[in-house]
């Protein structure tokens, strides 16, 4: 869903929210290891991949602006190898976790135990999504950041503040990619090459949505990874779960080609 919003309003592809989101979750599991209050932690996951994702977008990107979606994709990927290198540098490569206190707390789901901390991703997911999409429709920077992604050379004539449109628009990539990396450091494992990677099968799910339509990304989403958790049950399948994401998201751009086409043809 960051790498959408971003896209809609810059037209970057941003494949650096993973590294961001690791650096971020680092951090926090340092700042726990010193002692810290873990609030102040978890806020500094989120502030970390913040920094990480406005220091591209305010400094590097605005001068990528020109080049072609492809080339401004590639200088993402470039930028989270960066950061992953430096957060190898600074953590040796230990097997180590990270736990949040609603990992304890839990409740029954049709007989099954499901810990609240999966029920705040889940609840944030759907809140992001719902918020984002009225941001966009209902608010003046919203509508400049369609307006943006429409047209920039028009955008900036008719006086909309690109850099600051676009700012905006890479905070709010930066927050979610740092809310992400908390999360996957407690729900999968706090391995930085891991949760930066882990970008890849979010490409799937946003190609679903066709990088425009954030409710297409949600049902995506959850799609793919409940038909991976289903994978995994099965000792003939579980192998094909890492290319289950692109299967599907495949197979969802067929489909939607093709009701085009009949749509096009007066068949619909």
């Known amino acids: 869903m960051g790498m959408v919003v971003l896209y809609r309003a810059t037209g970057v ?40 994702t406005l220091g591209y977008g305010r400094f590097i990107a605005p001068k990528l602006a020109w080049r072609d979606t492809v080339v401004k994709a590639v200088a993402t990927l470039g930028f989270a190898l960066i950061i992953l290198g430096l957060v190898s540098f600074l953590w ?28 705040i991703v889940l609840g944030a997911a759907i809140g992001i999504v719902i918020g984002i999409h009225l941001f966009l429709s209902r608010t003046r ?65 946003a190609i ?15 799609t793919m990874g409940v038909i991976e958790s289903m994978l995994t049950l099965s000792p003939t399948l579980k192998g094909a779960r890492p290319i289950a994401p692109f299967v599907i998201a495949a197979a969802v751009l067929l489909w939607q080609q093709r009701g085009a086409r009949l749509t096009y043809r007066g068949r619909d």
Do not use: H, Y
């Open 13 to 52: 592809l941003n494949l650096s929210a993973g590294a961001a989101g690791a650096a971020g979750a680092m951090s926090a599991w340092q700042l726990q290891q010193w002692g810290a209050w873990p609030p102040v932690a978890w806020l500094a996951c989120i502030l970390v991949a913040l920094g990480f």
């Open 208 to 222: 679903c949505g066709r990088l425009e339509s954030l409710f297409a990304v949600l049902i995506g989403g959850l």
């Open 141 to 205: 920077v919203g509508l400049q950041m369609r307006s943006l992604a429409n047209d920039r050379d028009l955008s900036a004539l008719i006086g909309i503040p690109i850099l600051k449109v676009e700012t905006i628009a890479w905070g709010l990539a930066g927050v979610i990619a740092g809310f992400t990396g908390l999360m996957f450091a407690d729900l999968i494992r706090l391995e930085p090459t891991v949760i930066t990677f882990m970008v890849i099968p979010s490409i799937a799910a």
């Open 92 to 119: 040796v490569d230990d097997p180590r976790s990270l736990t949040l206190p609603t990992d304890k707390m839990g409740v029954k789901v049709l007989g099954l135990r499901v810990t609240v901390t999966r029920l």
